[in-house]
């Protein structure tokens, strides 16, 4: 019997997967090596107990290594999305989404991607916001309308891809 544990499954991407192995790696080696040399420095400096660049400098080695456990939680529960395993027909995580704004006649495109994967920046949302539960589900040619914090959106799903 599998021992209950309280982190849920990560959907990834092989792109995001790939991202967040890099991070990792970088963090624990790279990082960890800047982040000792500047403990060591600060430590020459004097006096630890009043000395703000050792603080500074272990505070950002806590930071780091927070981040390095949440990277290796968050990978040790991962589940790679195969694209070629998922319906075309209907928008689900890892679905790239062509949208036209029905209020202002704008299109824009976005991919559902999990929380971890998620960067507005490069269209790429989670599917736990309100804009990507509002999507899930919905197949070409539907008018989805989705309660955000500003109002109400209305979409029209033009494409769906993957």
Do not use: F, W
């Not at 420095?41 to 703000?52: C, L, P, T, V």
């Not at 806590?62 to 529960?77: M, T």
């Amino acid at each position: 019997m599998e021992a209950a544990n309280n982190m849920s499954t990560v959907y990834l991407t092989r792109e995001g997967h790939e991202k967040l192995i890099k991070e990792l790696q970088y963090l624990q080696t790279v990082k960890r090596r800047e982040l000792s040399v500047a403990i060591g420095k600060a430590r020459d400096h004097g006096d630890i107990s009043e000395n703000a660049e050792y603080d500074a400098a272990k505070e950002e080695q806590g930071l780091n290594e927070l981040r390095i456990s949440k990277l290796e939680q968050n990978l040790s529960h991962v589940r790679i999305i195969d694209d070629e395993d998922l319906a075309t027909d209907e928008i689900l995580i890892g679905a790239t989404v062509k949208l036209k704004n029905m209020d202002s006649g704008d299109e824009l495109e976005y991919t559902l991607v999990s929380e971890v994967e998620a960067d507005y920046d490069q269209g790429k949302i989670s599917v736990v916001s309100p804009v990507g539960k509002g999507l899930i589900g919905h197949k070409e040619n539907e008018i989805v309308e989705i309660e955000v914090p500003a109002g109400i959106l209305n979409y029209k799903v033009l494409k769906i891809s993957r």
